[in-house]
């Protein structure tokens, strides 16, 4: 049974940081993506940044570019999102999910084999 954890969430002040991490279980880590998505109150879940699991291939939405870092531990099975200077439209419930890796660059909710529960990121001006 695939099993993703997403943890990490919290409140930060703009311009803080947190990281978000997604233990990942029941399906081989290095032949996907995962990726990380996130839904604002009132909008429609959008996808935030992913990591090919096998060679380290990343890629992130505009809006976090040179702020998030997305990176993978295949020893703990483990994603990890780094969200530095954070600004208060970073706040959303974050998810993690696994997708093939061709889905990577696009991020197509409808692509996504399995979710994890969401994590709350609130960020205060």
């Known amino acids: 049974e695939v099993q993703l954890q997403a943890s990490g969430g919290g409140s930060a002040q703009a311009g803080g940081s947190l990281r978000l991490s997604c233990a990942a279980s029941g399906f081989a880590f290095d032949e996907y993506a995962i990726g990380w998505f996130r839904q604002a109150p009132g909008m429609v879940r959008e996808g935030v940044s992913s990591?090919?699991?096998?060679?380290?291939?990343?890629y992130y939405r505009d809006s976090v570019k040179g702020r998030f870092t997305i990176s993978s531990d295949s020893a703990q099975n483990t994603v990890y999102l780094q969200m530095n200077s954070l600004k208060p439209e970073d706040t959303a419930v974050y998810y993690c999910?696994?997708?093939?890796?061709?889905?990577?660059?696009?991020?197509?909710?409808?692509?996504?084999?399995?979710w994890g529960k969401g994590t709350l990121v609130t960020v205060s001006s």
């Open positions: 999910g696994i997708l093939r890796r061709r889905w990577r660059l696009t991020l197509p909710l409808n692509r996504v084999d399995a």
């Open positions: 990591i090919d699991t096998s060679d380290g291939d990343t």
